[in-house]
């Protein structure tokens, strides 16, 4: 009975100390954290300004279900911090299998260049906002035709023509937005808190609209629709060129959600062999406007290029 206890006492002792000398799941995150910020500097993503970037906290993310996409895989979302404290953007990658890199976005990084990443400055911010629909209520203004009054912008005074036209940044989208026919859609799955609907419409109308305001007000430009590709964007990106970007994310403010996207596409990187793609977001509030959003390109799926021809 003694002997009995005792190899129970030393079965118990060597499990418990077995089970200290395992990481938890918190400890792991954190270190793979801190793997996927090594690989953010190795690609030369963090610069002086970021070498010293943090993880404030971290949490594991379960996604649901929307009508955009199916819940998919678990993973980790980390807050990212400067050592004064000041947000600093944040990182996502999958819980499970290799880790690897979803999402991310680094406070102040609103262009670069170099070897392994390049990103273009200069596409105007701009934010989704409610409008008037048609009951009176508010509905957002969409992200195809927001995306597309930044890249109006962006072109607006590059060259010799302006296609804003005096117009303001929003009025920008609400004159693209008129040219499209818009879906509204209830804010079934609390996107916007339930503030408001939500609005969308297919790129290849977008196509046909930015062509029609081309032509009315006279700007010579060549628009194509054309299915996403590592080496399109980068001889894009590389002339100097943003386009517009569909892809299917998670929402930064609430990433167990996700939804089908419109952004503007401004750069590519390729962290640990792995490329990504560098957006302005509609949807994405940053501390630092014009800070770039990288998301992973096997989310994306169609390309709007505009390439002025003068």
Same mark, same amino acid.
């Given at each position: 009975?003694?002997?009995?206890?005792?190899?129970?006492?030393?079965?118990?002792?060597?499990?418990?100390?077995?089970?200290?000398?395992?990481?938890?799941?918190?400890?792991?995150?954190?270190?793979?954290?801190?793997?996927?910020?090594?690989?953010?500097?190795?690609?030369?993503?963090?610069?002086?300004?970021?070498?010293?970037?943090?993880? +404030?906290?971290?949490? !594991?993310?379960?996604? %649901? /279900?929307?009508?955009? $996409?199916? @819940?998919? =895989?678990?993973?980790?979302?980390?807050?990212?911090?400067?050592?004064?404290?000041?947000?600093?953007?944040?990182?996502?990658?999958?819980?499970?299998?290799?880790?690897?890199?979803?999402?991310?976005?680094?406070?102040?990084?609103?262009?670069?260049?170099?070897?392994?990443?390049?990103?273009?400055?200069?596409?105007?911010?701009?934010?989704?906002?409610?409008?008037?629909?048609?009951?009176?209520?508010?509905?957002?203004?969409?992200?195809?035709?927001?995306?597309?009054?930044?890249?109006?912008?962006?072109?607006?005074?590059?060259?010799?023509?302006?296609?804003?036209?005096?117009?303001?940044?929003?009025?920008?989208?609400?004159?693209?937005?008129?040219?499209?026919?818009?879906?509204?859609?209830?804010?079934?799955?609390?996107?916007?808190?339930?503030?408001?609907?939500? +609005?969308?419409?297919? !790129?290849?109308?977008? %196509? /046909?609209?930015?062509? $029609?305001? @081309?032509? =009315?007000?006279?700007?010579?430009?060549?628009?194509?629709?054309?299915?996403?590709?590592?080496?399109?964007?980068?001889?894009?990106?590389?002339?100097?060129?943003?386009?517009?970007?569909?892809?299917?994310?998670?929402?930064?403010?609430?990433?167990?959600?996700?939804?089908?996207?419109?952004?503007?596409?401004?750069?590519?990187?390729?962290?640990?062999?792995?490329?990504?793609?560098?957006?302005?977001?509609?949807?994405?509030?940053?501390?630092?406007?014009?800070?770039?959003?990288?998301?992973?390109?096997?989310?994306?799926?169609?390309?709007?290029?505009?390439?002025?021809?003068?």
């Amino acid at each position: 009975m003694g002997l009995g206890r005792a190899i129970l006492v030393a079965l118990l002792a060597a499990w418990l100390t077995g089970c200290d000398s395992q990481p938890t799941s918190v400890e792991q995150a954190s270190a793979q954290a801190r793997t996927h910020l090594q690989a953010l500097g190795a690609a030369g993503l963090l610069g002086e300004a970021r070498t010293a970037v943090q993880v +404030a906290s971290l949490r !594991p993310v379960k996604p %649901v /279900a929307t009508r955009w $996409a199916s @819940a998919g =895989q678990p993973y980790w979302w980390a807050e990212l911090k400067t050592p004064t404290g000041a947000a600093a953007g944040y990182l996502a990658w999958r819980a499970e299998g290799r880790h690897e890199l979803l999402d991310f976005s680094l406070e102040g990084l609103t262009e670069c260049e170099g070897a392994a990443a390049k990103a273009l400055a200069g596409v105007p911010p701009i934010q989704q906002f409610p409008i008037k629909g048609a009951d009176g209520l508010p509905v957002a203004s969409g992200c195809v035709p927001t995306a597309g009054g930044s890249l109006m912008a962006f072109w607006s005074n590059r060259g010799t023509f302006d296609w804003q036209a005096d117009d303001s940044h929003e009025g920008l989208v609400r004159r693209i937005r008129d040219r499209l026919p818009m879906m509204v859609m209830a804010d079934a799955e609390g996107y916007t808190d339930g503030k408001m609907a939500l +609005a969308g419409a297919f !790129p290849d109308a977008l %196509v /046909a609209g930015l062509r $029609a305001d @081309a032509a =009315q007000y006279r700007i010579p430009v060549d628009i194509a629709l054309v299915r996403y590709s590592d080496p399109v964007l980068r001889t894009e990106i590389s002339a100097g060129r943003p386009a517009l970007l569909l892809c299917n994310v998670l929402v930064p403010q609430k990433p167990e959600l996700s939804w089908g996207h419109a952004v503007v596409a401004v750069g590519y990187a390729e962290v640990a062999g792995q490329p990504f793609v560098g957006v302005i977001d509609n949807f994405y509030v940053c501390k630092q406007p014009g800070t770039v959003r990288w998301i992973a390109a096997d989310r994306c799926s169609d390309l709007v290029l505009v390439r002025p021809t003068k």
